[in-house]
């Protein structure tokens, strides 16, 4: 009786959360969203926004909404609040106090000195309970020559729904809008009054962001727009001091040492992004709170940090020092990338080319260390590359192409507490850990998992480039079974890159949108397991064949005497998988995943 008091009470308590609004599903709502940006005559700009926030439950005011957090930069920027309070449900309007107002540090500039200026003014909301509308309005004016360009990147998916979104655009008459629009069919409203131009954009029914993993953003709904083109914008980045890549004697002379000892240009390479990435601290500053600006190498070598770009820029320099040529990256999506439009908040991260001679052309990070080519994991970016000398933009892209797994193992089980066998394991593209291959062939055993380490006697490296290993294994297991009152159990060793490596362990059984997965795979697991007279198998044999648009799984098992043969493949055509599809995607990838299929049984004949 006790235990049915208390289910009736969670259930009351997360109905009573809810507030009971069978038309407000969502934790909160944005009744109206409005940001307006404004380029003044004088170079200058303004942004305001104003949101109305409708709350439909006690988590979006305890979590999401109750609190409002405001990051600009005070030495080019000044925030005004305009106004702010809340509309209780009884319609008793609460005035947000004074000390609801606190400035702190953002917490991406905590141990940042060269950014401990910037500023994050948490606004907290009072007077908040279900059914309570928080209004705010607020406004920050930028000084000219902050931002290399008039920009803006405005995502129409937020964490909650909006019934209605205003995107308005101020700019003097004389000046032209570039502007873009993706994955909604909404054009802006264009009006001259005053001596300036006015774009509206109207959205209504905004959807709030799905939480679910895998998904794909590039068709998120979104505008840019700039009052340049990305060329203008770019050089006025590039004409910085720090893209001429000079470095101080002192840095020089590490970068020449380290070439010299090492002796070898991947050596070279990996020493010194294990200095950048490791020893110095990376500080995830965005470019949109310091104007995108970049010190010097020298200016971070001795700060001991610097942003993502400034790292990237310093490792370039090292290497060029090290005659290896290499320049910093500007990495964007394919499918926001535009030259037309300066929007440089779209970049995602920064990255490093190099062009060794031992080598295919590399891509590094200079934020952290890895064991593989980079360049196979950019499909679907645009790479600018970031040179003071340039004349003009210089942008490539990498195809997307199916990378290859390859497992063949052959097993002699000589009795329960005995087996032998080799294997040998291919790996393409991005499942190719060179680096690490390169500097110890020891760590291809680390390449395997279903057989303890202990139980690979010997492995070779018999090929190896950037794009593909090959590498071979002799396995002695003194007890490879797990054994229980006769039966016995057999791990099937796997490859630990390929399908493995995403770490897809189940799929819910209802998905609502797409599902991206992150490579083109053609992945094969083939076995000969030979087993003797006193143990028989129990383990069912299974044949399918799943065919669908986007991939295809094949699974099948013969018994021929004494033995086994087993052959999986999976083979991924399409990343991007329509709701449509997802059934049989899940379907797929369960046989895949299948316990019995990666773990054998056998049974004693005389037990």
């Known amino acids: 009786m006790k235990r049915v008091y208390i289910i009736a009470f969670l259930f009351i308590l997360v109905m009573s959360d809810r507030g009971f609004t069978q038309n407000s599903p969502e934790d909160a709502t944005y009744r109206l969203l409005v940001k307006e940006y404004t380029l003044n005559a004088d170079g200058s700009s303004d942004f305001r926004l104003y949101k109305e926030v409708l709350l439909n439950t006690h988590r979006a005011f305890h979590r999401d909404q109750g609190e409002t957090f405001i990051v600009y930069n005070p030495e080019y920027q000044a925030l005004k609040i305009n106004d702010s309070y809340t509309v209780m449900a009884d319609g008793k309007k609460v005035v947000t106090p004074a000390n609801a107002f606190n400035e702190v540090l953002p917490r991406f500039a905590a141990q940042v000195p060269d950014y401990n200026h910037l500023r994050e003014m948490v606004v907290t909301h009072t007077g908040l309970e279900i059914g309570a ?129 090492e002796g070898d240009n991947l050596k070279t390479i990996m020493k010194l992004q294990a200095i950048v990435s490791k020893d110095l601290n990376t500080w995830n500053v965005p470019g949109i709170y310091n104007g995108f600006q970049c010190r010097t190498p020298q200016e971070v070598w001795k700060s001991n940090g610097g942003t993502p770009m400034e790292k990237s820029v310093l490792l370039a320099s090292l290497l060029m020092n090290a005659g290896i040529n290499a320049r910093p990256l500007m990495v964007f999506p394919s499918k926001f990338y535009d030259p037309s439009v300066a929007c440089l908040s779209l970049a995602e991260s920064f990255l490093v080319q190099i062009n060794p001679r031992e080598t295919e052309q590399w891509i590094l990070s200079a934020t952290g260390t890895g064991d593989r080519n980079l360049r196979y994991d950019l499909p679907g970016q645009t790479l600018l590359l970031l040179d003071g000398s340039a004349e003009s933009l210089r942008t490539f892209e990498y195809p997307l192409e199916t990378a290859i797994v390859n497992l063949g193992a052959g097993l002699v089980i000589q009795d329960t507490a005995r087996m032998t066998g080799t294997m040998t394991l291919e790996l393409t593209r991005q499942f190719n850990p060179y680096y690490r291959l390169k500097n110890d062939a020891g760590q291809a055993a680390g390449l395997i998992s279903g057989v303890s380490k202990s139980n690979i006697k010997n492995s070779e490296v018999k090929k190896l480039s950037e794009s593909k290993s090959l590498t071979t294994y002799e396995l002695e297991c003194d007890k490879p079974f797990r054994g229980y009152a ?85 083979l991924i055509r399409e990343r991007i998988i329509r709701q449509a599809d997802y059934q049989d995607l899940r379907n797929m990838v369960n046989v895949w995943i299948n316990p019995g299929l990666r773990e054998l049984v056998f049974r004693s004949r005389t037990y």
Request: net charge negative.
């Open 486 to 570: 006769g039966y016995f159990y057999l791990n099937l060793p796997e490859s630990r890159e390929g399908f493995e490596s995403w770490n897809i362990r189940f799929l819910s059984a209802y998905r609502d949108g797409t599902y991206v997965l992150p490579d083109l795979l053609d992945q094969t697991n083939e076995y000969s397991i030979v087993f003797p007279e006193s143990i028989e198998l129990l383990s069912p044999l299974q044949n399918s064949e799943l065919d669908y648009s986007f991939g295809k799984l094949t699974i099948t098992m013969k018994l021929k005497g004494n033995e086994l043969l087993i052959k999986k493949q999976l």
């Open 133 to 261: 509308v928080i209004y705010l309005d607020y406004s920050i004016h930028t000084k000219k020559g902050f931002m290399p360009a008039f920009m803006g990147d405005e995502s129409l998916i937020g964490e909650a729904p909006v019934n209605e979104m205003r995107l308005i655009v101020h700019i003097p008459a004389d000046k032209q809008l570039m502007q873009k629009t993706f994955n909604i069919r909404t054009a802006p409203e264009e009006a001259t009054a005053n001596g300036m131009k006015t774009y509206t954009w109207v959205f209504r029914n905004l959807p709030a962001e799905k939480w679910d993993s895998h998904q794909d953003h590039s068709m998120d709904p979104r505008v840019i727009f700039s009052t340049e083109d990305l060329k203008r914008a770019y050089f006025s980045i590039v004409k910085q001091d720090a893209f001429t890549f000079m470095t101080p004697p002192e840095l020089a002379a590490i970068a020449a040492e380290i070439a010299k000892a």
